[in-house]
């Protein structure tokens, strides 16, 4: 069954897109078919990282979002979806207007709806809001960001992720990587692999011999939650 993976949390600086590369690298690593939609016109991670595999969507115009659907049952693979930050109402008038949910259990497609948090009670607000609005009809992950903190008290203590957990939302993490080497990656302006390989100075800053191995281990960290999903 393919899938179509959104990749939300509505708030900015969660790191939505930090996740969508990890789990755009998951899937080529793996070599598994996917293709990927990216929401953010302006500065899209995905457009930028994973061109050959990204192509930009308008979630607020109904004819550019149905491209995600239309891929994901034509090429018979699985969608990633990075959302831009303020997206929720355009893509829930899409999801509703299109009957989306229904067309997606009709045609065999599984929607999963991911909610990138940091520690902040912001987080825990939208995630009520998800699953308020969404109900039991998709699948969720609650992704606990550990960049973004490291005390989700709040949320793990929140009637949000009880009622998540009630509709069988899984809850992972997604690893800190250090600060300085995210950095480097995002000034080399390639694929996580690319950053981590990376030994040519013409490419940019490469990344020191620890500093690859640092993000070897924190790609294989975070793959090993991934598999709980995917």
Known sequence: MAKIHFIGGEKGGVGKSVLARVLAQYYIDKSLNFRAFDADLSHGALMRYYSEFTQ??????????????????????????????????????????????????????????????????????????????????????????????????????????????????????????????MRKIDRVGASLWAAANNKDESMGPALGLLERQRVRVWLNKAYAELERVV
């Open 56 to 181: 930009p969507v308008d979630v607020s115009e109904f004819e550019s979002a149905d491209a995600i659907a239309e891929t994901a049952l034509e090429q018979n693979c699985d969608v990633i979806v990075d959302l831009a930050a303020q997206s929720a109402r355009s893509v829930d008038r899409w999801m509703a207007e299109s009957g989306l949910l229904e067309f997606a259990n009709e045609a065999g497609l599984s929607v999963v709806l991911w909610h990138v948090c940091d520690e902040g009670s912001d987080s825990v607000r939208l995630l009520e809001r998800l699953v308020a609005h969404y109900g039991d009809e998709p699948s969720y992950v609650v992704v606990k960001n550990l960049g973004r903190g490291k005390d989700f008290d709040l949320l793990e203590e929140s009637e949000a992720m009880a009622k998540a957990r009630r509709f069988g939302a899984t809850v992972i993490e997604l690893p800190e990587l250090h600060t300085p080497a």
